[in-house]
């Protein structure tokens, strides 16, 4: 390990065993999955981009199809608008209606948000979603009827939504039925 070379002590070695060391214990830490289900996000490119989103399954690792992290989101392509107690109610429904979209996704184009989504919610849409098989999800036929559920879900919990602050854990999903500002 240490060498005398020309009466001058080498360290090499020394150096290269430590850099070995190193290397296997930053390789034993494993970053940590901070993009779980149920957290709402940003996408930040493409057409739906600025819109929130559900993220509802996150795949970080490459697949044969897909060469990238990928992730599958359910999103809110028109908001519902503000409504006020003169409005009848056939202009209400109208304006509190919802358009849905469902996309596959690299995990580079989307934001997370601090908000997550309820546990029951989250499950209820899931369970939407894996009513249709991955391989039905590319037929546009499906995809069209999955997309008219997951709407008429959303605008029901839009409607049914508690008053309160974003720091109340039930008032969140507010968050995601409001569009954003910038």
């Not at 358009?99 to 997370?112: G, T």
């Amino acid at each position: 390990m240490y060498k005398f070379i020309n009466g001058v002590f080498c360290i090499y070695d020394i150096y290269r065993i430590c850099i070995k060391q190193l290397k296997r214990f930053i390789q034993s830490f494993e970053m940590g999955k901070f993009l779980k289900p149920g957290r709402l996000i940003v996408m930040l490119a493409g057409r739906q981009a600025g819109k929130k989103a559900i993220l509802i399954k996150a795949n970080e690792e490459t697949t044969k199809d897909c060469k990238f992290p990928n992730g599958l989101v359910v999103g809110i392509q028109r908001y519902p608008r503000k409504v006020t107690k003169r409005m009848g109610q056939k202009q209400i429904r109208k304006r509190t209606t919802l358009k849905v979209f469902i996309k596959q996704l690299n995990l580079n184009h989307i934001m997370p948000t601090r908000y997550r989504l309820e546990e029951s919610t989250l499950k209820e849409v899931r369970d939407r979603i894996e009513r249709v098989k991955e391989s039905e999800l590319k037929n546009v036929e499906k995809r069209k009827e999955l997309r008219k559920n997951l709407r008429k879900y959303l605008a029901e919990k839009y409607r049914t939504l508690p008053a309160g602050s974003l720091a109340d854990k039930k008032a969140q999903s507010r968050f995601l039925f409001s569009k954003l500002r910038f």
